[in-house]
């Protein structure tokens, strides 16, 4: 599986403007904590919580190993230790190639091991500072594993590396994530935000998905999240029509990545089950879903 990234916390979707990361900044008992991000041929898990993409300290001289044994990277770290521990193991799967790690020792001495995914940022990963395009790639990937819900649901990430290598991806991937979801670009590492398009009609008001950021509509849906319409305006496809490489907004084009995820992800009210997402009340929308979740109780 190569087609990984970040889970950050809790997300939603409006206009995200943060202070530009500074570039010469890094961003219980004692054991060793590995964590790994499960995915294959593009296919990634995402669980990001709302709060886990506002933070700074990003943008530090390079991921690596030197680079996260600086100063600037411990104080990052030791301001939320465990938001910084998601962060990271987000970050480096989608930066990182699959078979390479990250390790650090915080400073209660516990040992942080981190994988590699998707390998989108070969410079970044190998000491460099990050490339404007790389730093788009490793925005844009984040993004696309939030989940405003804190849930952790699998999808099919689609792309380019920052030296324009194919996240790797087969027809059965494909097949099995046939769901179009949407396209997520921006930069983290600057004051533009982040932003995600629909790459299928939005959903119904009976409709409701774990997967609420891209095709839920109202812009404040998935804040700090900007949705920004539909990705075919703004976008432009790979010549196979799969995924998007790139997406422009107010004059800027951004390196981009694009995700699919299974139909059973996008749940009806009438189905017969009360998801979460779905709530009690007389009606046929999912906000208020008579016939799988009852009345409400007065």
């Not at 991921?63 to 104080?75: H, K, V």
């Not at 990963?125 to 925005?139: D, H, K, M, N």
């Not at 979801?181 to 299928?200: I, K, R, S």
């Not at 799969?242 to 694009?258: K, P, S």
Request: contains cysteine; aromatic residues 8%; negative net charge.
């Amino acid at each position: 599986m190569a087609g990984v990234l970040w889970v950050c916390g809790t997300v939603a979707c409006g206009p995200m403007r943060q202070e530009p990361l500074e570039t010469s900044s890094a961003l219980e008992p004692i054991a060793s904590a590995s964590q790994t991000l499960s995915s294959d041929n593009g296919e990634s898990l995402n669980g990001l919580a709302f709060n886990g993409l506002a933070f700074n300290g990003l943008a530090f001289n390079g991921l690596a190993f030197n680079g996260l044994n600086s100063a600037a990277f411990s104080s990052w770290y030791d301001q939320d230790p465990a938001l910084a521990d998601n962060v990271m193991k987000y970050v480096t799967a989608c930066a990182a190639p699959a078979g390479e790690t990250r390790t650090y020792t915080d400073s209660q001495g516990q040992v942080r091991v981190w994988s590699g995914s998707l390998g989108l940022a070969p410079d970044w990963v190998s000491g460099r500072p990050a490339t404007v395009t790389e730093q788009q790639l490793v925005s844009a990937c984040l993004a696309a594993h939030v989940n405003k819900f804190g849930r952790t649901v699998p999808i099919s990430v689609l792309g380019r590396s920052a030296h324009d290598e194919p996240i790797a991806t087969s027809a059965e991937e494909l097949q099995t994530f046939s769901q179009r979801e949407g396209c997520f670009f921006g930069n983290l590492f600057t004051a533009e935000g982040v932003f995600v398009g629909h790459d299928d009609p939005l959903l119904s008001p009976q409709e409701s998905s774990v997967r609420a950021c891209a095709l839920e509509s109202g812009q404040n849906a998935c804040a700090p999240i900007t949705q920004v319409g539909p990705c075919a305006s703004r976008c432009t496809p790979d010549p196979t029509n799969t995924y998007y490489t790139h997406c422009t907004l107010d004059g800027t084009t951004y390196a981009a990545i694009t995700t699919r995820i299974r139909p059973q992800e996008i749940y009806t009210c009438g189905d017969g089950v009360c998801q979460f997402t779905e709530s009690c009340g007389l009606g046929t929308d999912a906000a208020h879903c008579t016939q799988d979740c009852g009345l409400c109780e007065q």
